[in-house]
């Protein structure tokens, strides 16, 4: 697995190189949100050729998020058109505070739901992409000190061409916050990965207790990569979801109208496009533990899972992972994206890889400016030691 992810960043590489050696005549376009829903067929395209898959800003995903969650009116496409087809884009808001200062900026749009904020560009677009977004900034800046990304990741094809294309122009940036992930990437066997994950004591206490759920009924893993029955499987893992912790806390996506219609949209819409795994462990018929994995080829993206807490001293929550662990087998799949915080308690012991996940702060408009940012980026690095001035 891990050869094929050497092979995927060979090629994009190709396709950076190919971008600077020869800029192609393209053109990109601030547009509201709700232009981008008469492409969706276009969209779906430039999603299954991008240099670097983001599930969360296809159109499966990003529709109704934009649609069933608040704040959103503000909310605008950066559109990049190359040869005449759809060719990149990018979700952006012109946001007046920066997290605790009123430091007004142009942000890249994330939520608290969307797990990567890589721009979904065409592959060998990588480099165009980047010039024609920065180009439009400088000459729209408005308010703004800066432009700032959330959710790259770093060493990635869209990371690796933006630093080309920020030190080709001698744009400064700085990367303000640096967070480590768990991934899987590994050419092991399922079997052979969780031999060197997990000591042979946890080992041996998995068996046990896939051991005793078995003494309780019928214990099936189910794996479904179809649309069928989508709306039961939404209906289930919203009410288990919502009986454990997150419902108490007020965080399970039924707990709001806009989260539970976006999340059912969304899952709707990806299993249609064949775009989504469901893994579900079931007793006697009844859900235990489920995970939603959005299937991005080369990456995938566990996005959601719950279990049922009072079944804790199974592991049901572990032993679906377990189960997981088959995606090692996939040939089109070089790697996982937990898309769990940083330092998860669970997934953290059993997927032994990290991604690298930053937020990046550049330098648009004219000189002014870009020194007055200069200065600003600078005193934020030196209080996040997780940042680091370029």
């Known amino acids: 697995m891990a050869s094929k992810a050497k092979d995927e960043i060979a090629r994009s590489a190709a396709g950076v190189e190919a971008g600077l050696a020869h800029v192609p005549e393209a053109s990109l376009t601030c547009v509201p949100w709700r232009a981008l829903e ?14 670097e898959p983001n599930p969360f800003f296809e159109s499966w995903y990003l529709l109704p998020s934009l649609r069933h969650l608040p704040d959103t009116g503000g909310v605008r496409i950066l559109r990049f058109e190359h040869a005449g087809r759809l060719a990149g884009l990018l ?60 959710g790259i990741a770093l060493g990635g094809p869209l990371h690796k061409a933006l630093e080309d294309v920020l030190a080709r122009e001698g744009r400064h940036a700085g990367t303000v916050h640096l967070e480590k ?73 039924a707990c709001n109208a806009g989260t539970e219609r976006m999340f059912r949209e969304s899952m709707e819409g990806a299993a249609r496009r064949g775009r989504l795994e469901r893994l579900t462990l079931t007793l006697d018929g009844r859900p235990l533990a489920m995970l939603a994995t959005f299937q991005a080829p080369p990456g995938a993206f566990s996005y959601k899972t719950a279990f049922d807490e009072r079944f804790a001293r199974f592991s049901p929550g572990v032993l679906l992972q377990r189960e997981n662990l088959a995606v090692l087998e996939r040939q089109d799949i070089a790697w996982s994206d937990s898309c769990a915080s940083a330092d998860h308690p669970m997934i953290d012991h059993l997927w032994r890889e990290r991604s690298r996940i930053g937020r990046l702060s550049i330098a648009i408009g004219g000189r002014l400016r870009r020194s007055v940012f200069r200065q600003f980026v600078r005193a934020e690095t030196a209080r996040n030691p997780a940042g680091f001035d370029r």
């Not at 067929?41 to 299954?48: E, G, S, T, Y």
């Not at 007046?96 to 007004?104: E, I, K, L, T």
């Not at 560009?121 to 990588?126: F, I, K, L, Q």
């Not at 009410?239 to 996506?253: I, Q």
Request: charged fraction near 25%; glycine fraction near 6%.
């Open 38 to 51: 008469a492409e969706t067929d276009a969209w779906d395209r430039l999603a299954l050729d991008a240099a």
């Open 91 to 150: 979700p952006v808001v012109r946001a007046a505070r920066y997290y605790r200062w009123p430091v007004p900026q142009i942000a890249s749009w994330l939520h608290a739901n969307c797990f990567c904020g890589v721009p979904l560009v065409a592959r060998g677009c990588e480099v165009p992409f980047w010039q024609a977004v920065l180009n439009w900034a400088d000459a729209h800046p408005g308010s703004a000190l800066f432009m700032h990304l959330r």
């Open 181 to 253: 992930r768990a991934m899987l990437a590994s050419d092991l066997s399922p079997e052979g990965y969780l031999e060197v994950s997990l000591s042979g004591k946890k080992r041996k206490e998995l068996r046990r207790q896939a051991k005793r759920l078995s003494e309780e009924g019928k214990a099936l893993f189910a794996r479904r990569t179809d649309a069928a029955d989508i709306d039961k499987w939404c209906d289930d893992f919203l009410v288990l979801e919502a009986a454990g912790w997150k419902g108490k806390a007020g965080s399970a996506l």
